[in-house]
T-cell receptor, first 112, second 118 residues
Framework: SQKIEQNSEALNIQEGKTATLTCNYT??????LQWYRQDPGRGPVFLLL?????KEKRKERLKVTFDTTLKQSLFHITASQPADSATYLC???????????FGAGTRLFVKA | DTAVSQTPKYLVTQMGNDKSIKCEQN?????MYWYKQDSKKFLKIMFS???????INETVPNRFSPKSPDKAHLNLHINSLELGDSAVYFC?????????????????FGAGSRLTVL
């Protein structure tokens, strides 16, 4: 069965630095790889997605890369701010499906 | 204004009881879901309905029964609650979009319903 691995240890960085979060998966590459943000006591919120035929996607301070050879996605937040502190979830979706599979997330702390 | 709303937000109950969680979305989406997030924060899909038709039914005890009276509502009923059912249950919805997100099944989640079974 498909597994998604995200760093279970929290990531602590200084404000203004770039945060880089990793998502690794096994087996088949998904058609879509998505990133969501989850704040304590709230539901996940969609941030951005990348397709299997794309290498990189950007949205404001966010950047996602997708390497189907390494079976890995990297999620970058540049010029990080304390407000970026949250848990970031990686999610996979296969073609024609409705079953989005989530990783356990990585907790990010940005210190002022 | 709320896109996906769930009630109740908190539910504390005794083992063996039966409880329901309700979900409504005002986004006009065709597909709705129930996810369970356990103490280790894994979000696992339980059920999905597309236009009131069950399309995903994961390996979930049959004590859990979803019901979709219309495409804007998806309720979750749980019979004979057990300690292991304690978790946060999230409702979500999606719509096949055109353009950039076509086919990507982007999910909009509710705020979650925290169930505690004593």
């Amino acid at each position: 069965s498909q597994k998604i691995e995200q760093n279970s240890e929290a990531l602590n960085i200084q404000e203004g630095k770039t945060a880089t979060l990793t998502c690794n998966y096994t087996n088949y590459s998904p058609a879509y790889l998505q990133w969501y943000r989850q704040d304590p006591g709230r539901g996940p919120v969609f941030l951005l997605l990348i397709r299997e035929n794309e290498k990189e996607k950007r949205k404001e301070r966010l950047k996602v890369t997708f390497d189907t050879t390494l079976k890995q996605s990297l999620f970058h937040i540049t010029a990080s701010q304390p407000a970026d502190s949250a848990t970031y979830l990686c999610a996979l979706l296969y073609t024609g499906g409705f079953k989005t599979i989530f990783g356990a997330g990585t907790r990010l702390f940005v210190k002022a | 204004d709320t896109a996906v709303s769930q009630t109740p937000k908190y539910l504390v109950t005794q083992m063996g009881n039966d409880k329901s969680i309700k979900c409504e979305q005002n986004l006009g989406h065709d597909t709705m879901y129930w996810y369970k997030q356990d103490s280790k924060k894994f979000l696992k899909i339980m059920f999905s309905y597309n236009n009131k038709e069950l399309i995903i039914n994961e390996t979930v005890p049959n004590r859990f029964s979803p019901k979709s009276p219309d495409k804007a509502h998806l309720n979750l009923h749980i019979n004979s609650l057990e300690l292991g059912d304690s978790a946060v249950y999230f409702c979500a919805s999606s719509q096949d979009r055109t353009g950039e997100f076509r086919g990507a099944n982007v999910l909009t989640f509710g705020a979650g319903s925290r169930l505690t079974v004593l």
